[in-house]
């Protein structure tokens, strides 16, 4: 009986934790990991606006348009100070991806995952480094 209420009690714990995990997650993290969309990133990261971004995305893996729309979902962006922010973390490879066709998106020339106010935030500007 023991035996059992253990395993229950880690099964719970499990899952429990798995779906907090989830939550802070937005969306295009979700589908660009799941579709394997990591070499389309690629492909596209001199992408210019928007919509080029999008279809030069969806055309290189149809799988992949959920991403590339999440990907400029503005209801995705976190809000600090009254800006909005794309969440990206520095330390993972398709965030730094992102990040950089988020801003090329929206006609910048480079993106940065960064710390701004202890967050983990894509940084878009004209530098070309």
């Known amino acids: ?17 798995a779906k907090f995990a989830t939550l802070d997650e937005k969306y295009w993290q979700i589908s660009c990991n799941l579709n394997g969309c990591a070499q389309p990133l690629n492909t596209c990261l001199n992408c210019i606006g928007e919509q080029d971004c999008i279809k030069c995305i969806s055309n290189s893996k149809p799988e992949c348009s959920t991403c590339a729309n999440e990907i400029f979902n503005k209801d995705d962006l976190e809000e600090i100070n009254e800006n909005k922010y794309l969440l990206c973390e520095s330390s993972d490879i398709i965030h730094n991806k992102v990040c950089l066709i988020y ?6 020339r480079n993106g940065q995952c960064l710390r701004f106010q202890n967050f983990p935030v894509c940084q878009c500007s004209t530098n070309s480094s």
């Open 1 to 17: 009986m023991k035996i059992i209420g253990f395993v229950l009690l880690i099964f719970f714990n499990y899952f429990h934790k």
């Open 103 to 108: 801003c090329r998106g929206n006609f910048f």
